[in-house]
């Protein structure tokens, strides 16, 4: 249930120091086993093709369930409706997260999207995805691990607890100790790094069948932007280096390393491209942090929003999943540790100037510059209808929102994800272009941190933020 809020207060100075400690949290509940993954190409095309004979089949049924039940034949029985159904979701769904991998890595990445923007049935079964994968039998973790790190692999730690304490889309988590260290080994599922395209071929083929897409979410660029993503956050060794990257940044700057946030160190001798190994780090998802006081809520929020104007704007290196899991809050320590830095990608300086003046005309509602620099960067093309046009601007300035004033700002009273995704309707529709290949990561991360916000029910002052 949600909690109790006390009255909205403004957030406390940037240079706040992390508040007192109160009692620690019970350890999080560990991931069961689930089946084996398919490790080859021709396994995970079969897997493909049953899905889609089991969507072929949920329609049938449900065109049945229609004619026979004349109270259900409405005049929204179209192909779209029928194969659009929460039976069909739940297929699609429990398939993503048996497969794990590219797939249920790309209904991950669109689930943090405003759920406006997706047919229902679509955005339930990425709401589901969301939640993780099934963990990989033992016998299969065990070869992983041996051909990694050598058939002497326990031997060379203190202890390795077999029952992973996270699955995720492309790999598991076990905890383990390493020369009297606590460590988390992020263990990769077996033929994911090479089954990327063929997995994301043939979702495509799939959701185009199926009409489960809109034709305006223009998926086929959607997927040929997250191969290329996938392929890069597939390599761990290229993952350690932006996790040790992100933790000389956040440790150099004084407002995030007073304000309790930090990264843990990876271990070079224990990770290869298909294992990582990193300082265990104790805390739950950042959203349990929505139970708290208003106070610390407000910093929280305030500190994530920073960080990701921080990793955009000074930086110009960003982690792009704002997945909540990837923000662990301690709540006996109050530090909030950044976990999972596949995604990490740059940004050239030419993009980030021009998407800075676009946020700040944004902010402050200035139509001609937002206008003319969407035009010069390629969100438009000159031939927009009325409708696109206007959609376009709004849409601008809601994102700008709280950044116009000094005043607190109240994500969840204002509402704001629900008004950029009415806005963003008429993209589906009126869109003559797909935009630069950068904004689907960086919306992708804006989103999940006003995401957040609104979650914490945050209201914050922002502006400086911007102007910082």
Same mark, same amino acid.
């Given at each position: 249930?949600? @909690?109790?809020?006390?009255?909205?207060?403004?957030?406390?100075?940037?240079?706040?120091?992390?508040? @007192?400690?109160?009692?620690?949290?019970?350890?999080?509940?560990?991931?069961?086993?689930?089946?084996?993954?398919?490790?080859?190409?021709?396994?995970?095309?079969?897997?493909?093709?049953?899905?889609?004979?089991?969507?072929?089949?949920?329609?049938?049924?449900?065109?049945? +369930?229609?004619?026979?039940?004349?109270?259900?034949?409405?005049?929204?029985?179209?192909?779209?409706?029928?194969?659009?159904?929460?039976?069909?979701?739940?297929?699609?769904?429990?398939?993503?997260?048996?497969?794990?991998?590219?797939?249920?890595?790309?209904?991950?990445?669109?689930?943090?999207?405003?759920?406006?923007?997706?047919?229902?049935?679509?955005?339930?079964?990425?709401?589901?995805?969301?939640?993780?994968?099934?963990?990989?039998?033992?016998? /299969?973790?065990?070869?992983?691990?041996?051909?990694?790190?050598?058939?002497?692999?326990? #031997?060379?730690?203190?202890?390795?607890?077999?029952?992973?304490?996270?699955?995720?889309?492309? #790999?598991?988590?076990?905890?383990?100790?390493?020369?009297?260290?606590?460590?988390?080994?992020?263990?990769?599922?077996?033929?994911?790094?090479?089954?990327?395209?063929?997995?994301?071929?043939?979702?495509?083929?799939?959701?185009?069948?199926?009409?489960?897409?809109?034709?305006?979410?223009?998926?086929?660029?959607?997927?040929?932007?997250?191969?290329?993503?996938?392929?890069?956050?597939?390599?761990?060794?290229?993952?350690?280096?932006?996790?040790?990257?992100?933790?000389?940044?956040?440790?150099?700057?004084?407002?995030?390393?007073?304000?309790?946030?930090?990264? @843990?160190?990876?271990?070079?001798?224990?990770?290869?491209?298909?294992?990582?190994?990193?300082?265990?780090?104790? #805390?739950?998802?950042?959203?349990?942090?929505?139970?708290?006081?208003?106070?610390?809520?407000?910093?929280?929020?305030? #500190?994530?929003?920073?960080?990701?104007?921080?990793?955009?704007?000074?930086?110009?290196?960003?982690?792009?999943?704002?997945?909540?899991?990837?923000?662990?809050?301690?709540?006996?320590?109050?530090? +909030?540790?950044?976990?999972?830095?596949?995604?990490?990608?740059?940004?050239?300086?030419?993009?980030?100037?021009?998407?800075?003046?676009?946020?700040?005309?944004?902010?402050?509602?200035?139509?001609?510059?937002?206008?003319?620099?969407?035009?010069?960067?390629?969100?438009?093309?000159?031939?927009?209808?009325?409708?696109?046009?206007?959609?376009?601007?709004?849409?601008?300035?809601?994102?700008?929102?709280?950044?116009? +004033?000094?005043?607190?700002?109240?994500?969840? /009273?204002?509402?704001?994800?629900?008004?950029?995704?009415?806005?963003?309707?008429?993209?589906?529709?009126?869109?003559?272009?797909?935009?630069?290949?950068?904004?689907?990561?960086?919306?992708?991360?804006?989103?999940?941190?006003?995401?957040?916000?609104?979650?914490?029910?945050?209201?914050?002052?922002?502006?400086?933020?911007?102007?910082?």
């Amino acid at each position: 249930s949600e @909690p109790t809020e006390t009255a909205p207060t403004a957030s406390p100075p940037s240079h706040a120091s992390v508040p @007192p400690s109160p009692p620690l949290p019970p350890p999080p509940t560990r991931f069961q086993t689930g089946t084996s993954v398919p490790s080859t190409r021709l396994s995970r095309a079969l897997s493909f093709t049953s899905l889609g004979i089991r969507v072929a089949a949920g329609t049938v049924a449900e065109l049945s +369930t229609r004619l026979l039940s004349p109270t259900k034949a409405t005049s929204s029985s179209s192909v779209d409706s029928l194969v659009a159904t929460d039976a069909n979701s739940a297929r699609l769904a429990a398939s993503l997260c048996r497969m794990r991998g590219a797939a249920l890595k790309l209904g991950q990445m669109l689930s943090i999207q405003d759920e406006s923007l997706l047919p229902p049935a679509l955005a339930k079964a990425l709401a589901q995805v969301r939640q993780g994968a099934d963990a990989m039998p033992a016998y /299969q973790l065990e070869e992983v691990l041996r051909k990694e790190l050598g058939d002497d692999w326990r #031997g060379r730690l203190d202890y390795f607890e077999d029952v992973p304490m996270a699955a995720a889309s492309l #790999g598991q988590v076990h905890r383990a100790g390493y020369r009297g260290v606590d460590v988390a080994m992020k263990v990769q599922y077996p033929g994911v790094a090479d089954s990327i395209e063929s997995d994301l071929g043939n979702l495509s083929t799939l959701v185009n069948l199926t009409g489960l897409a809109p034709k305006g979410l223009f998926i086929e660029n959607v997927i040929r932007v997250g191969t290329e993503e996938l392929k890069l956050e597939c390599d761990y060794l290229r993952e350690k280096d932006n996790q040790n990257e992100f933790r000389r940044l956040v440790a150099n700057d004084d407002v995030l390393s007073r304000g309790g946030f930090t990264v @843990p160190r990876a271990f070079d001798e224990l990770t290869t491209s298909r294992v990582l190994t990193s300082e265990y780090v104790t #805390g739950g998802t950042i959203d349990e942090v929505a139970q708290m006081s208003q106070e610390e809520r407000n910093r929280i929020a305030r #500190g994530i929003l920073r960080l990701t104007m921080l990793e955009l704007f000074r930086w110009r290196f960003m982690q792009t999943d704002p997945n909540w899991g990837n923000f662990l809050y301690d709540v006996g320590t109050r530090r +909030t540790h950044l976990i999972d830095f596949g995604a990490a990608r740059r940004y050239d300086k030419g993009f980030v100037d021009g998407y800075l003046q676009i946020v700040w005309a944004a902010a402050n509602r200035d139509e001609e510059t937002l206008m003319d620099i969407s035009h010069r960067m390629g969100f438009l093309t000159g031939d927009e209808n009325d409708v696109m046009l206007e959609a376009h601007k709004m849409s601008g300035f809601t994102v700008g929102e709280p950044f116009a +004033t000094n005043a607190a700002y109240n994500f969840k /009273q204002n509402d704001i994800s629900r008004r950029i995704g009415e806005h963003g309707q008429a993209f589906l529709t009126h869109r003559l272009t797909p935009p630069p290949e950068e904004v689907y990561t960086l919306h992708r991360k804006i989103a999940g941190a006003y995401n957040l916000c609104i979650k914490l029910g945050a209201v914050i002052s922002c502006r400086d933020i911007l102007e910082e």
